[in-house]
């Protein structure tokens, strides 16, 4: 897929008239002639706090989040483990169930199981969408085995973990990690090197899903994190998508929100805008989508500062549609590194 690359003047000397409102409500053409826009009608300036669309994001229904207490995680083992993987594992989302999201679906699955790596060991970090009544986490016993209990019918429920790895060498064998259901009917095995690449993607049938997402942990500090929310198609490959924005760990740290679409031109094209909690501007997504991904590059006021990449699934309604995705500025980790090539430009 190729990546679309802004001008850095048409970012900054755009007035805020000029910004598409998205309200949320099924117009297509407003979308349509936003995207044949150079940065797809957005601006640099700060927004309210979620954009002051609180009623849009209520009406997309993103699931809720958790800040988990892990008791494993104040071990002695785990703690000489984390030291020793400082620059090793990952740092992963990995959310379950129907994607993309069906609000009438009749059919619940029984996710109750565990998720195991092959070695090293799991810190929980957030519960995704845990309800009191069918999901909690069930006692650790095992540094390298986190077992739950989840059930999900419209939505999906999930994780953020740190995935520890103290014996990673350049000749080990990939990290692998398990999901396996509680009666031991149903086994998916992920191999972590490959979500370098992206993320993976497990068909679980029936509209059913696992999906998995992560960064490598890395010694340096830097910026990153995760996106997840809604892809809304108003109409097939054209719409919205809003979210949510957290850190590594799955911290609650903005939200973004934008469209994607064809331009006339044929090129799929993505632009979104990404704000902290406070409605500060933290950046513009542009890129492209194809295939069930997303590559955008991360501009801000200074220019181009990073990347972000991940999955989208449509939806027809506002609630229905899925995406999830890393995002990381340009002193991270290579594996979010966009491609090189860019799209024609606008109208050619």
């Given at each position: 897929?190729?990546t679309?690359?802004?001008?850095l ?9 000029a910004?598409l409102?998205?309200?949320?409500g ?7 002639s936003?995207?044949e826009?150079?940065n797809?009608?957005l601006?640099t ?12 994001f ?9 800040a988990?207490?892990?008791p494993?995680?104040t ?9 020793a ?6 740092r992963m989302?990995?959310?379950?169930g ?7 679906a009749t ?8 998720l195991k ?10 519960t995704i969408?845990?309800?009191e009544?069918?999901?909690k986490?069930?006692p650790r016993?095992s540094?390298?085995t ?9 939505f999906?429920?999930g ?18 990690l398990t ?5 031991g ?10 979500l ?30 995760f996106?997840?929310g809604r ?27 934008g469209?994607?679409?064809q331009?006339?031109n ?20 542009a890129?492209?989508?194809?295939d ?22 449509e ?6 549609g899925?995406?999830?995705g890393?995002w990381a ?19 050619t």
């Amino acid at each position: 897929m190729r990546t679309l690359s802004l001008p850095l003047a048409l970012l900054t000397v755009l007035p805020a008239a000029a910004c598409l409102d998205h309200d949320g409500g099924n117009d297509t053409q407003a979308v349509s002639s936003a995207l044949e826009q150079a940065n797809g009608g957005l601006t640099t300036s700060d927004e309210p706090p979620e954009f002051g669309a609180e009623a849009d994001f209520s009406a997309a229904a993103i699931e809720n989040d958790n800040a988990a207490s892990d008791p494993i995680d104040t071990s002695p083992t785990a703690a000489m483990m984390d030291r020793a993987s400082a620059a090793a594992g990952f740092r992963m989302v990995v959310v379950w169930g129907k994607i993309p999201a069906d609000r009438d679906a009749t059919e619940a699955r029984d996710w109750s199981g565990s998720l195991k790596v092959s070695r090293g060991g799991l810190i929980v970090r957030h519960t995704i969408a845990f309800e009191e009544r069918t999901d909690k986490l069930l006692p650790r016993v095992s540094l390298d085995t986190v077992s739950f209990q989840s059930v999900t019918r419209p939505f999906v429920d999930g994780l953020a973990l740190t995935v520890l790895d103290p014996t990673a060498t350049p000749t080990a064998s990939a990290q692998t990690l398990t999901y396996t259901s509680a009666d031991g009917g149903t086994v998916y095995t992920m191999d972590l090197s490959q979500l370098a690449a992206g993320p993976i993607v497990i068909d679980a049938g029936n509209g059913f899903k696992m999906i998995a997402i992560a960064h490598h942990r890395q010694a340096a500090e830097c910026d990153r994190g995760f996106m997840r929310g809604r892809w809304h198609a108003l109409t097939a490959h054209l719409g919205r998508f809003l979210g949510v924005v957290t850190d590594e760990n799955g911290e609650r740290v903005g939200h973004v929100r934008g469209i994607f679409g064809q331009r006339r031109n044929g090129d799929s094209v993505i632009f979104g805008k990404f704000i902290d909690r406070e409605g500060h501007f933290r950046g513009i997504l542009a890129g492209t989508f194809a295939d069930g991904q997303y590559r955008a590059r991360w501009i801000t006021r200074d220019g181009e500062h990073g990347t972000a990449h991940g999955a989208y699934f449509e939806g027809a309604t506002a609630d229905a549609g899925h995406f999830l995705g890393r995002w990381a500025d340009s002193t991270c980790s290579a594996d979010t590194a966009p491609p090189t090539t860019t799209p024609p430009a606008p109208g050619t």
